[in-house]
């Protein structure tokens, strides 16, 4: 992996991470902060997400994130920097492994 700061982390680096590393992020944090953070987020970075979960997990998941859609924006953005925050956390402790490429495409 290339070493970088991890103060340069944002929510939607979760794009590059390995399907290890993201499944290593998402189990670190709560379904109501992921839920959360995921409100008017990107498609790439909601593509990037189910891509990890069974068929049924991303019916769940869809489900669950429209009854978040009333999610205010100050919530929004403390559930992603409390996500960047466990991001930076495991980078730091060298718990992430590498950055998936194909994704930055």
């Known amino acids: 992996m290339i070493k970088v ?3 340069d982390f944002t929510f939607q680096h979760i794009v590059f ?12 944090n709560d ?11 990107d498609d790439l ?20 994130l429209n009854k978040f859609c009333g999610t ?5 953005i403390e559930a992603r920097k409390r996500m ?4 930076s956390e495991l980078y730091e402790h060298g718990r992430l492994y590498d950055w998936d490429a194909k994704y930055a495409s």
């Open 31 to 41: 379904n109501v902060t992921i839920l959360q953070a995921c409100q008017k987020a």
């Open 72 to 76: 205010s924006e100050a919530k929004v």
């Open 5 to 7: 700061d991890s103060s």
């Open 45 to 64: 970075v909601l593509f990037r997400i189910r891509s990890v979960f069974s068929k049924t997990a991303v019916e769940y998941f869809n489900d669950d």
């Open 17 to 28: 991470l390995s399907n290890r590393d993201l499944w290593l992020l998402l189990a670190e």
């Open 84 to 87: 960047v925050s466990v991001l």
